[in-house]
């Protein structure tokens, strides 16, 4: 292990990017603390690493930091301090060594390995998710997975795994997540906040939950049928904003970059899609649904579009978040609630219409609505979750109830009908 650290360390000062199976360019550290990329001579115009950087004899540069798209995937919180724990002794483990390290297996189609190194040198774990999640056990396994491999970039504070799905055609991928003992029954909130949008026809992918409910495991939503990587770009990449910026996002500026690179329908389908999204998150009690959040998937420049909706929870219902104010603004302003200003920026800068806009109001009150059934069902069954569960269902009762109010003259009777 160590010899390899060395060579890793050794490697690191250039790293080879591949999109797809193509070599496409490689990045290099400038300076203490920057960056430059820069596309091989034979790069193919559709290999693009990012949306902001087509393919050309240009170089693009960060002077004190990596480019924003190469930090979308980087280890935060909990994995970032599990990284430098098992590897400071060896590794100078700085941002540029991170990405080394976990570049092979990321969200979306890039792979970035240190310079010399095969494209698949660090493979993803392969695991029966189905077995692990039926399993009682199932927070024991995901933490025996948690030190058993660590190679992988996938953004996020807390414990997260990159797994492979064993005997199915394609490989395919799911990350599995789990919480701490600050937000207790995480993935059982994660669940069912996740069902509701679902319950609402809200497009999410598929996910699941564990057996013990201690592990939420969702398919990765960046590969297509064919078991292809796509492209994806969150808004935080996309805006050229660092993670640490993640909570500052606007509602205009991710309208530009939608209408940027989106083109057709799917323009319009997208900004549609995040004030959905938006005002599921007001409904659902969630103020963390932040520019990482959301992002653009494609295969290829023609066919850009809004990704599912991904890492939907209930904040609320833990009282350090009791009295947080939503990440995203719209117009200004940090709306916890649907007024005049959400309307009046949904229909005149994203093509919705009132009517449109009710109809939404309804499916979501609906969808919370069939989701907390089915919440306090399980809290009955599940004794250790039953405070949480209880908790969310008094928050969604709040936010139907805000959707109520704004849908004037639809009674919940009416609604479900």
């Known amino acids: ?76 919180g909990f994995l970032r301090r599990k990284i430098t724990q098992r590897f400071g002794k060896v590794l100078a483990t700085d941002d540029f060594v991170l990405l080394a390290l976990t570049g092979a297996n990321t969200i979306g189609r890039q ?10 040198w ?35 504070a807390l414990p997260k795994v990159l797994v492979q799905e064993r005997a199915t055609i394609h490989g395919a991928q799911w990350i599995l997540k789990v919480g701490d003992d600050s937000l207790p029954s995480l993935a059982v909130n994660e669940y069912f906040t996740m069902r509701a949008a679902s319950l609402a026809g ?14 939420f495991a969702v398919r990765r939503f960046d590969y297509d049928a064919g078991g292809n990587a796509l492209g994806f770009e969150d808004f935080c990449a996309l805006l ?12 205009e500026r991710i309208f530009k970059a939608i209408d940027a690179f989106a083109t057709g329908p799917e323009r319009l389908k997208a900004k549609e899609g995040m004030m959905a999204a938006q005002l599921f998150s007001m ?47 719209i117009a200004g302003k940090k709306l916890d609630e649907a007024d005049k200003t959400f309307v009046r920026f949904a229909q005149e800068r994203g093509g919705m219409t009132m009517p449109g806009l009710r109809d939404l109001a309804i499916r979501i009150a609906g969808g919370l609505e069939e989701a907390a059934a089915e919440l306090t069902v399980y809290g009955r069954a599940y004794p250790a979750h039953r405070a949480v569960c209880d908790g969310i269902v008094e928050q969604w009762t709040a936010g139907v109830q805000m959707l109520d109010r704004w849908v004037r003259g639809i009674s919940p009777r009416q609604r479900t009908a």
């Open 111 to 120: 792979q970035i390995v240190p310079s010399g190194f095969a494209r698949d």
């Open 283 to 329: 409904a659902a009690r969630n103020t963390d649904a932040h520019l990482k959040n959301f992002g653009l998937l494609y295969s290829s420049i023609a066919d850009v579009r809004l990704a599912p909706m991904f890492d939907m929870v209930t904040t609320k219902v833990y009282p350090q978040y009791r009295t947080d104010i939503p990440c995203i603004s």
């Open 240 to 251: 050229a904003l660092p993670p640490e910026r993640k909570h500052s996002g606007s509602m």
């Open 1 to 76: 292990m160590n010899d390899l650290l060395s060579k890793i360390e050794a490697s690191a000062k250039r790293l080879d990017v591949h999109v797809g199976l193509h070599a496409t360019g490689a990045l290099e550290r400038a300076g203490a603390h920057g960056s430059v990329f820069a596309y091989l001579p034979d790069a193919d115009p559709g290999d693009f690493v990012s949306l902001l950087m087509p393919v050309g004899l240009q170089s693009y540069s960060a002077s004190a930091t990596l480019i924003p798209v190469f930090q979308q995937n980087l280890p935060e």
């Open 122 to 156: 660090s493979k993803p774990l392969q695991v029966d998710v189905a077995a692990m999640m039926a399993d009682s056990q199932a927070g024991i396994l995901f933490a025996q997975l948690l030190d058993e491999f660590i190679g992988f970039g996938v953004s996020g």
């Open 202 to 215: 809200l497009p999410t992918p598929e996910f699941t939950l564990s057996e013990d409910g201690t592990v």
